[in-house]
Nanobody, 115 residues
Framework: VQLVESGGGLVQPGGSLRLSCAVSGFPFSDYPMSWYRQAPGKERELVATITSTGGSTDYSDSVKGRFTISRDNAKNTVYLQLNSLQPEDTAVYYC?????????WGQGTQVTVSS
């Protein structure tokens, strides 16, 4: 199982980024996917989840209305659109799948929001 995130970077407050997570090694279209983030000195927190078909999504209160999770099952990829970014969104962002009762994580992609 492999999960590879990309799309992070440095952005000014109010800016946007689109993160991608390309996956392989398991039947992607059968499993919900999640995005987490971990800021320096803080615990990893759940940001967004999406069902296997993409028909339902859920968000943490801190990102609701600003972030959008989506997926393309033909491309084995899950996305996270980050809008109206604020300095407190600075973190390493990870995608995750729970497969065969075991969590699998990507290596993470750094998002830094700063002027």
């Amino acid at each position: 199982v492999q999960l590879v995130e990309s799309g992070g970077g440095l952005v000014q407050p109010g800016g946007s980024l689109r993160l991608s997570c390309a996956v392989s090694g398991f039947p992607f279209s059968d499993y919900p996917m999640s995005w987490y983030r971990q800021a320096p000195g803080k615990e990893r927190e759940l940001v967004a989840t999406i069902t296997s078909t993409g028909g339902s999504t859920d968000y943490s209160d801190s990102v609701k209305g600003r972030f959008t999770i989506s997926r393309d099952n033909a491309k084995n990829t899950v996305y996270l659109q980050l809008n109206s970014l604020q300095p407190e969104d600075t973190a390493v962002y990870y995608c995750k799948v729970l497969w065969r009762l075991r969590p699998y994580w990507g290596q993470g992609t750094q998002v830094t929001v700063s002027s």
